[in-house]
Nanobody, 118 residues
Framework: QVRLVESGGGSVQAGGSLRLSCAAPGSIFNRNAMGWYRQAPGKQRELVATIGGRQTTNYADSVKGRFTISRDNAKNTVYLQMDSLKPGDTAVYYC????????????WGKGTLVTVSS
């Protein structure tokens, strides 16, 4: 079973920063767009940021200018740098791999919790 492994979640005060990482098997990483989705309590899972193999990116409007997604093709790892965090960013963040930067694919990580306090 394909496994995407996230790390880097935690608790931070509003205005702070966190960096999430997600490692994937090379066979998946090299053939797919990679991305981050999040799900807050009582809400649907939503796209946060995605990045294609040629570094094309897609961001949710709510995180533009605050979050930066990047991928290291040598390490098969995708990152999400989150700055100026807000309490509304509190959610479980999931790594995803799939064919498009516009929607999620079939491969998911287990998720990592990000909590932002005011």
């Amino acid at each position: 079973q394909v496994r995407l492994v996230e790390s880097g979640g935690g608790s931070v005060q509003a205005g702070g920063s966190l960096r999430l990482s997600c490692a994937a098997p090379g066979s998946i990483f090299n053939r797919n767009a990679m991305g981050w989705y999040r799900q807050a309590p009582g809400k649907q899972r939503e796209l946060v940021a995605t990045i294609g193999g040629r570094q094309t990116t897609n961001y949710a409007d709510s995180v533009k200018g605050r979050f930066t997604i990047s991928r290291d093709n040598a390490k098969n790892t995708v990152y999400l740098q989150m700055d100026s965090l807000k309490p509304g960013d509190t959610a479980v963040y999931y790594c995803n791999a799939g064919p498009s930067i516009l929607y999620s694919g079939q491969y998911w990580g287990k998720g990592t919790l990000v909590t932002v306090s005011s």
